[in-house]
């Protein structure tokens, strides 16, 4: 494809309530993150996944979130029982893994919950 | 793990004035690489730039990587460049995470 896609683009979700982000990356990047941006702030990092193994989740901020990407390209991040300060825009990139390293970021999912 | 300091926080331009953006890394980087966030949130590649330096029409980079810093300029800013810009750098030689700055927001008018 042109460029990372990523779905919903907005998506308002009720306290407690089950959330599913997805992410399309660039075809033949074998690399592919999750990142989060709160308000005001510079990205950080989530989780990390080369083909459909995740290699590093050092990221994630707690046992409710969950990221998948069972067939090395699309990934889901999934987000239960939500809560108020997960309220955030959710950025997806992906990159080669050979070189450059160049990471390209999707337009971002903005999750806002009630 | 890596701090990214950006420097100015915040900018205003006259357009048509050039500016210097700042970014120093507490330790070694690869994988530099500068964005610019539009107002729809979108981060837009500007450089990848572990070392050395790049220009693209008004922007030009500079990475001192022995130094840990890099340098955006914008020469004859226009009111699109507005927005935020941000480095990012991994820790590694390799596919790694990128690591932030806070980013500095620029503001040009006219």
């Known amino acids: 494809g042109a460029g990372v896609s990523q779905s919903p683009r907005y998506k308002v979700a009720k306290r407690g309530q089950d959330v599913a982000l997805r992410c399309d990356p660039i075809s033949g990047h074998v690399s592919l993150f999750w990142y989060q941006q709160a308000l005001g702030q510079g990205p950080e990092f989530l989780t990390y996944f080369q083909n459909e193994a995740q290699l590093d989740k050092s990221g994630l901020p707690s046992d409710r979130f969950f990221a998948e990407r069972p067939e090395g390209s699309v990934s889901t991040l999934k987000i239960q029982r939500t809560q108020q300060e997960d309220s955030a825009v959710y950025l997806c990139?992906?990159?080669?893994?050979?070189?450059?390293?160049?990471?390209?970021f999707g337009p971002g999912t903005r999750l806002t919950v009630t | 793990g890596i701090q990214v300091e950006q420097s100015p926080p915040d900018l205003i331009l006259q357009e048509g004035a050039n500016s210097t953006l700042r970014c120093n890394f507490s330790d070694s980087v690869n994988n530099l690489q500068w964005f610019h966030q539009n107002p729809w949130g979108q981060l837009i590649n500007l450089f990848y730039i572990p070392s050395g330096t790049k220009q693209n029409g008004r922007l030009s980079a500079t990475t001192v990587a022995t130094e840990r810093y890099s340098l955006l300029y914008i020469s004859s800013s226009q009111t699109t460049d507005s927005g935020v810009y941000f480095c990012?750098?991994?820790?590694?030689?390799?596919?790694?995470?990128?690591?932030f700055g806070k980013g500095t927001k620029l503001s040009v008018i006219p």
């Open positions: 990012a750098g991994g820790p590694g030689a390799g596919s790694y995470q990128l690591t």
């Open positions: 990139a992906s990159s080669l893994v050979t070189g450059p390293y160049e990471q390209y």
